[in-house]
């Protein structure tokens, strides 16, 4: 509220209408901002965040392999929030920590009971910079895992492209660390952030995870050809590829035409409900390629 008064305070006279229409639009946001943080806050505090599941499949196959889970929050007033907004959030404000944890504890436990059930084997977790940069961060994960009676081995560890760069000797240090540890590392986003070929050689990962936008320009021969490419480039490089953002029969085809190994996408599966996934899971369903 002080702010948003100082705001107000200092632009008060000026007589300009489209400016005038810029402060209402900053003012909205900055106010929602706040408010939107706290609820965050108090969500987390009350462990009220969830996950969703979203399937991986076998790209010859159509089988399911894992699942990547990701975090939701819902949102009293405005809904369901996306992870885009929130985890960025909860880094910026500190809450990063807290929301890893109460993620991880509940997928975990799910993972435990999938593998329980003989359904899930494996399952993809994402990680931030900040938590890849604490130093406690392998040994408390190890011990948290074996809390479930779960391995390093059960996790693939998914690290976005554009943490690869900043930092790249300290990125390099933790990531041998927990490929030492007996995780599987996948860079996420790939595409989107600057690594070049002898990084992504140097790179202790098992794993690319292609970002969603490249599956959406396949419909251009241009994007076509920038597909085949980086199918080419993992193979070379023996890296695994995961394409997301599969969104129809004709997009999978296409990749599964290309080798790639494994997709994740609308088209297979929207993120779920764990209860939603486990069915699926049950019944074994079996994508149309
Ligand atoms: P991501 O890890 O790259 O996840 C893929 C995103 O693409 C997900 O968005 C997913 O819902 C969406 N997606 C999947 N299939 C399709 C498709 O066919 N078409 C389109 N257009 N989109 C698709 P979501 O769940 O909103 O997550 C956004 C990002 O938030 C994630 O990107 C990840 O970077 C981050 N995130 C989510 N959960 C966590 C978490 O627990 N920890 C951390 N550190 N980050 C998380
Ligand atoms: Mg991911
Ligand atoms: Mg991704
Ligand atoms: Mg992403």
């Known amino acids: 509220a002080a702010d948003h008064t100082m ?3 200092k632009h008060a006279g000026r007589n300009n209408a489209c400016f005038y229409g810029d402060i209402v639009h900053l003012k909205a946001l900055g106010r929602e901002h706040v408010a939107i943080q706290s609820r965050l806050s108090s969500a987390i505090q009350q462990g009220g965040l969830q996950v969703f599941y979203q399937p991986v499949v076998n790209a010859k196959t159509g089988e399911v392999v894992s699942v990547e889970a990701l975090a939701r929050w819902l949102d009293d007033k405005s809904g369901w ?8 959030m909860a880094e910026k404000v500190g809450l990063i920590q807290e929301l890893s944890e109460q993620i991880m504890l509940i997928a975990f436990a799910k993972l435990r009971d999938w593998r329980d059930a003989g359904l899930a084997q494996k399952m993809m977790i994402n990680i931030s910079r900040s938590q890849l940069f604490l130093p406690s961060f392998v040994t408390q994960l190890v011990e948290r895992l074996s809390s479930f ?3 390093p081995s059960d996790i693939i560890l998914e690290i976005t492209e554009s943490i690869a760069l900043t930092d790249y000797s300290r990125q390099m240090r933790h990531l041998r660390q927990l490929r030492l540890a007996g995780f599987e590392i996948a860079i996420d986003d ?6 070049s070929l002898s990084q992504l050689h140097e790179m202790p990962a098992q794993m690319l995870k292609v970002d969603v936008s490249f599956a959406q320009r396949l419909h251009t021969e241009d994007g076509r050809r920038v597909m085949h490419a980086i199918a080419q480039m993992a193979q070379g490089l023996q ?24 997709m994740q996408g ?3 599966s929207e993120p779920v409900p764990a209860g939603v996934a486990e069915l699926w899971m049950r019944l074994g369903l079996q994508a149309k390629m």
Not at 190 to 195: A, L, P, R, V, W
Not at 239 to 262: H, M, P
Request: proline share 4%.
């Open 149 to 151: 009676r779960l391995r």
């Open 266 to 268: 609308f088209y297979f």
């Open 81 to 88: 929030i996306s992870p885009e907004l929130f985890i960025p």
């Open 7 to 9: 705001y107000h305070a």
């Open 190 to 195: 790939f595409g989107t952030g600057y690594s």
């Open 239 to 262: 890296l695994e590829l995961v394409i997301e953002g599969v969104e129809s029969l004709e997009t999978a085809r296409f990749l599964q035409g290309l080798g790639v190994n494994y």
